[in-house]
């Protein structure tokens, strides 16, 4: 099993709609969680990092931690077509980080 | 300033040539790090370097070498180019590998082993 594992996607959603984005990993990832956009061959830019149980806002996004359950999602309100783009879920364990393979987002006008 | 800066942006290089990526960092940060990314595959952890003067191995190490020059600089050297080294290497930074701590990554360097 990889550390981080996602669904590639695509996912498409209508303008206006909640995206959700999940990511699932190992036992052998642990501390940190983040979740990273990746606009088509721009380099990875952090939207939000958690490290506690439940949930995390900020601005259109939340993000979840399930630590019993070892998942971890990213919900975007309020979809735009700005936020069509790969997202990276990632974790950490001391200091190395581990990238899922990203999941693909179209949000539809 | 710049964050992470990456040399060159794009390279094209024949089987067995040899070349050095750079990477620099002005925002005094400790923690280093080479990615590449495949298509599909996410981003994969070549080396890192946690401070100035260690540098330990990550997913793919195989094929590359790695030299933290001082606490600016970490540099990728492919001794050898194989066609299975065509990729994006990304270079990040971080304060400290800790809770929440986030990675600044540059620009990125596209790669091409014919």
Same mark, same amino acid.
């Given at each position: 099993?990889?550390?981080?594992?996602?669904?590639?996607?695509?996912?498409? +959603?209508? @303008?206006?709609?909640?995206?959700?984005?999940?990511?699932?990993?190992? *036992?052998?990832?642990?501390?940190?969680?983040? !979740?990273?956009?990746?606009?088509?061959?721009?380099?990875?830019?952090?939207?939000?990092?958690?490290?506690?149980?439940? *949930? %995390? @806002? *900020?601005?259109?996004?939340?993000?979840? /931690?399930?630590?019993?359950?070892?998942? +971890? $999602?990213?919900?975007?309100? *309020? $979809?735009? =077509?700005?936020?069509?783009?790969?997202?990276?879920?990632?974790?950490?364990?001391?200091? %190395?980080?581990?990238?899922? $393979?990203?999941?693909?987002?179209?949000? %539809? =006008? | 300033?710049?964050?992470?800066?990456?040399?060159? %942006?794009?390279?094209?290089?024949?089987?067995?040539?040899?070349?050095?990526?750079?990477?620099?960092?002005?925002?005094?940060?400790?923690?280093?790090? !080479?990615?590449?990314?495949? =298509?599909?595959?996410? &981003?994969?952890?070549?080396?890192?370097?946690?401070?100035?003067?260690?540098?330990?191995?990550?997913? +793919?190490?195989?094929?590359?070498?790695?030299?933290?020059?001082?606490?600016?600089?970490? #540099? &990728?050297? /492919? @001794? $050898?180019?194989? =066609?299975?080294?065509?990729?994006?290497?990304?270079?990040? #930074?971080?304060?400290?590998?800790?809770?929440?701590?986030?990675?600044?990554?540059?620009?990125?360097?596209? /790669?091409?082993?014919?």
């Amino acid at each position: 099993q990889k550390e981080v594992e996602q669904n590639s996607g695509p996912l498409s +959603v209508p @303008e206006g709609a909640i995206a959700s984005l999940n990511c699932t990993y190992s *036992d052998r990832v642990s501390q940190s969680f983040f !979740w990273y956009r990746q606009y088509s061959g721009k380099s990875p830019e952090l939207i939000m990092s958690i490290y506690s149980n439940g *949930d %995390k @806002e *900020d601005g259109r996004f939340t993000a979840q /931690l399930n630590k019993a359950s070892q998942y +971890v $999602s990213l919900l975007i309100r *309020d $979809s735009q =077509p700005s936020d069509s783009a790969t997202y990276l879920c990632a974790a950490n364990n001391f200091n %190395k980080f581990y990238f899922g $393979s990203g999941t693909k987002l179209n949000v %539809k =006008p | 300033n710049a964050g992470v800066t990456q040399t060159p %942006k794009f390279q094209v290089l024949k089987t067995g040539q040899s070349m050095t990526l750079q990477c620099a960092q002005d925002m005094n940060h400790n923690s280093m790090y !080479w990615y590449r990314q495949d =298509p599909g595959m996410g &981003l994969r952890l070549i080396y890192y370097s946690a401070s100035e003067g260690t540098t330990d191995k990550g997913e +793919v190490p195989n094929g590359y070498n790695v030299s933290r020059l001082n606490k600016r600089e970490f #540099s &990728l050297r /492919l @001794e $050898s180019a194989a =066609p299975s080294q065509t990729s994006v290497y990304f270079c990040a #930074s971080t304060d400290r590998a800790g809770l929440a701590d986030t990675q600044y990554f540059g620009p990125g360097t596209r /790669l091409t082993v014919l």
